[in-house]
């Protein structure tokens, strides 16, 4: 068997923590379940020489995760197109990956909130906060420009988001949506929809 460096034994650590907390629950999930996931002996306690606790490892596997969505979107929407629909579609584009490639962190943040509000409230405040306020602040400049006539640019960005994420969020946890759309329709309506709200002309 190949030698592992300390930094991939932790990594491949951290992954099989994800997924395992994701399908099970933290509560049902034992370190000795994350070592044998890794291949390591059940009784080594080779975990521990990387990760101090369960929830130790938990915090740890939530912050990388967390710190990868968080530079994704925020190079993806450093500038958003001058074209509104393009602009529309790029933040939905931008939503909709980080929300599919972070799946696993996003059930157990769900089920898991209440138990570590805390370290969720990281989440929100590092990523999803700051891709609302990026909407809100677009809108308004929209606004300013004499693009649209939207009157509460905050919640109008609210609103938006919320009917975004709502397809990712249900698909993840209970894998239905309303009517079952495939997300291409969904979201093409969902772009109609927003271009409505903001009153933006129809594209030629």
Known sequence: MARTTPGVTRERILDEAVRLFSTRGYDATSVVDIQVACGLSPGSGALYKHFPSKQ???EHAVKRNLETMASR????????????????????DVVWSVMERERELIRIMIREFSGFPQLFEQM???VLAHVYSVC???????????????TDPEATAAVLLASLTYYPILDTLI????GDLEAPRFLAAWLD???????LPAEP
């Open 124 to 126: 929100w405040q590092g």
């Open 73 to 92: 979107h925020a190079d993806a929407v450093a500038e958003l197109p001058e074209d509104p629909r393009e602009a529309l579609r790029l933040l939905a």
């Open 56 to 58: 130790a490892l938990l």
């Open 175 to 178: 894998g239905h949506t309303p």
């Open 136 to 150: 809100a602040d677009w809108i308004r400049a929209l606004r300013d420009r004499g693009q649209t006539s939207v």
């Open 193 to 199: 929809h927003a271009a409505g709200t903001l009153g």
